[in-house]
């Protein structure tokens, strides 16, 4: 039986990445099925090493970022950089708790996961 707090970590993780997929206006039934394998996939490996649940939502977002680079293109860019060089942000930490979106060429942390909306305001 998987612990309460693995699946409370993962249907935490999945609204985040829910929240900050919208904000870009990239939550249509397409992202939304990529978002639901990831949860299964997290959900499996949550039940294989449950102290890793707190960092299921910094490792949802990084699933979802490799998932729509295959299919669309990076995700979420950058609104710290200028226009003509776009590039991605980066989930810090990569594996830990509390993940942010950082801009990886000036350092600015942009916005927690979850909150993008603020960044895009
Ligand atoms: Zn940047």
Do not use: F, I, K
């Not at 409370?8 to 394998?37: F, I, K, Q, T």
């Amino acid at each position: 039986m998987e612990q309460p707090t693995s699946e409370d970590a993962v249907h935490r993780g999945r609204a985040l990445v829910l929240a900050d997929l919208a904000a870009d206006d990239v939550a249509g039934p397409e992202e939304v099925s990529l978002l639901e394998e990831a949860v299964s996939h997290r959900r499996w490996w949550c039940g294989q090493w449950p102290p890793g649940a707190p960092y299921v939502p910094g490792l949802l977002a990084q699933d979802m970022q490799d998932a729509l680079l295959a299919r669309r293109g990076r995700w979420p860019l950058c609104p710290v950089c200028a226009a003509d060089d776009p590039h991605a942000l980066d989930v810090e930490p990569e594996l830990g708790e509390d993940p942010h979106w950082v801009c990886g060429r000036t350092g600015q942390v942009v916005a927690a996961v979850g909150s993008l909306v603020r960044a895009r305001r």
